[in-house]
């Protein structure tokens, strides 16, 4: 299963890469654009996506990914530093699968993505 994972924090993208790469194929973006550019390059079978990035925000980004057929059946697993009711809300009302708080807890973090795979490859 590859998993790409978005964040414009490199030390949120290492904690993610430390967590997964020993189970997944990880393919890392810091941004929406080069998130898109890896999505025409790569068979992706579930995204981590932070809200809030320059550019292009999380849910700009799941926004363009509803639109298009190639990518919209993928599971999206937002990463997010505000648990306040409107984002969840706004989260709600997105495509994505579900949303991990940050820091991320390793455990949660393998515990969820390990749920996805499962239904993935049914």
């Known amino acids: 299963m590859t998993i790409l994972a978005i964040d414009d924090s490199s030390e949120n993208l290492?904690?993610?890469?430390?967590?997964?790469?020993?189970?997944?194929?990880?393919?890392?973006?810091?941004?929406?654009?080069?998130?898109?550019?890896?999505l025409e390059r790569s068979?992706?079978?579930?995204?981590l996506?932070?809200?809030?990035?320059?550019?292009?925000?999380?849910?700009?980004?799941?926004?363009?990914?509803e639109k298009q057929e190639a990518y919209k059946h993928i599971p999206v697993?937002?990463?997010t530093g505000t648990i306040r009711e409107d984002i969840v809300s706004q989260i709600r009302k997105t495509?994505?699968?579900d949303f991990i708080e940050k820091p991320v807890d390793a455990k949660i973090l393998k515990e969820k993505?390990?749920?996805?795979?499962?239904h993935v490859h049914q």
């Open 43 to 47: 068979k992706v079978d579930l995204i």
């Open 113 to 118: 993505v390990a749920f996805f795979s499962k």
């Open 77 to 79: 697993i937002f990463l």
């Open 49 to 65: 996506l932070d809200i809030q990035m320059p550019e292009m925000s999380g849910f700009e980004l799941i926004a363009e990914l």
């Open 14 to 38: 290492i904690v993610i890469k430390t967590v997964l790469e020993d189970t997944y194929e990880l393919c890392l973006a810091k941004s929406g654009k080069s998130a898109l550019k890896a």
């Open 95 to 97: 495509s994505a699968k």
